[in-house]
């Protein structure tokens, strides 16, 4: 299974991004994903987990601000950023959980870095 991330950038307070994380080499439509973000010194956080039936889950962080969605037909998962936060700058990683008998495997994009000027 690959991930490739991509939609960075530098935006300004206020500003707004889209990431996009194409999935290749399982089921798509079948699995959980979700986006993670690292900010510098800090451990990984959940953004949103979006389930193979569509349904979201937020940080509160983020509640009223992200939007993600997810295009099975195009194996992609979207995060829409707005009102963007100098605290919402960091690496945001898209995640893949594939299910499995007994358990679940989870895979990881190569990560695409977010930056918010104040």
């Known amino acids: 299974v690959q991930l490739q991330a991509s939609g960075g950038g530098l935006v300004q307070t206020g500003g707004s991004l889209r990431l996009s994380c194409v999935v290749s080499g399982s089921t798509f439509s079948r699995n959980s994903v979700g986006w993670y973000r690292q900010a510098p010194g800090k451990q990984r956080e959940l953004v949103v987990a979006?389930?193979?039936?569509?349904?979201?889950n937020y940080a509160d962080a983020v509640k009223g601000r992200f939007t993600a969605s997810r295009d099975n037909a195009k194996n992609t998962l979207y995060l829409q950023m707005n009102s963007l936060k100098p605290e919402d700058t960091a690496v945001y990683y898209c995640?893949?959980?594939?299910?499995?008998?007994?358990?679940?495997?989870?895979?990881w994009g190569q990560g695409t870095l977010v930056t918010v000027s104040s």
């Open positions: 995640n893949f959980v594939r299910a499995i008998v007994g358990g679940s495997i989870s895979y």
């Open positions: 979006i389930s193979s039936e569509g349904s979201t």
